[in-house]
């Protein structure tokens, strides 16, 4: 089929744009002429495939993502690396990854949770106690089965030892208070590299100063179009979730014990 010289620039117009900022609200112009005409539509998922990228929208925005394979723009460790100087090591890749997948296990609730935490958001200190008792019900796992590493494909030790030896809490500034933008080698400081990748895409508002994360509905918009079917996603949530459940079961018999 060919396509008009108008349809083609506004398709490479519209894609160029997404390149830049990823997610554009249905009312740009170029957005609304992706989503009425189909050959605009195809023009634009076409260039995004060959890229090894799609393109998908909502009814609020159209996003633009990396496949898990063969894309071109796909972040490898390399390419994180340059970008955050946070992650200089393997293991510290490793474990931001760990740290986004506990905050999207805990913010990925149902609709009426979810308006919650848009509201309120997430503190700092919250994700870095969830962080510290996943990583700890997970060495206890690993004692226990000496192939969990292996088979979640997790560096269990490697970032436990990071995050739990490691890493202070956090750090004070001048004026003695916590400051997790200007200081380094504590938790709560990595927590703000690790989530910077949702931040620069518009996914999430840091309020590093009143450390709190706020996810917007642009994120929830990406977990139910795209990871809510992906099973390595569904699996790993429901582990982090059961790793959270036995640690409070055994605080709980513990407090019980106590009585």
Do not use: C
């Not at 117009?13 to 830049?20: G, I, Q, R, S, V």
């Not at 979810?114 to 309120?120: L, T």
């Not at 390595?232 to 018999?253: H, M, P, Q, T, W």
């Amino acid at each position: 089929m060919a396509f008009k010289q108008e349809e083609l620039e506004n398709g490479a117009a519209l894609f160029f744009k997404l390149l830049d900022e990823q997610i554009i609200s249905v009312s740009d112009p170029l957005a609304e002429k992706y989503r009425s005409n189909s050959e605009i539509h195809n023009i634009v998922n076409t260039m995004a495939a060959e890229a090894g990228l799609r393109v998908f929208s909502t009814a609020k925005n159209v996003h633009l993502v990396s496949k898990t394979r063969g894309s071109s723009f796909a972040n490898s460790y390399t390419q994180m690396k340059q970008k955050y100087s946070g992650l200089k090591r393997k293991r510290y890749f490793y474990l931001a990854n760990i740290i986004i997948s506990i905050f999207l296990a805990e913010i990925d609730k149902e609709s009426h949770v979810r308006i919650r935490w848009e509201e309120e958001g997430i503190s700092y200190h919250r994700l870095s106690d969830l962080v510290t008792a996943t990583l700890e019900s997970w060495l206890e796992r690993k004692k226990e089965d000496e192939s969990f590493s292996k088979n979640w494909s997790i560096a269990v030790e490697e970032v436990a030892e990071l995050w739990l030896t490691e890493f202070s809490e956090y750090r004070l500034n001048k004026d003695e208070k916590v400051d997790v933008t200007r200081t380094k080698g504590n938790r709560l400081s990595f927590i703000n590299t690790a989530l910077k990748p949702l931040t620069e895409q518009g996914l999430i508002i840091d309020q590093s100063d009143e450390l709190k994360l706020i996810p917007k509905a642009e994120l929830y918009e990406r977990l139910d179009k795209l990871y809510h079917s992906q099973k390595r996603y569904n699996k790993f949530v429901d582990l982090i979730l059961e790793s959270r459940k036995e640690l409070e079961g055994e605080a709980e018999d513990a407090q019980t014990e106590q009585n």
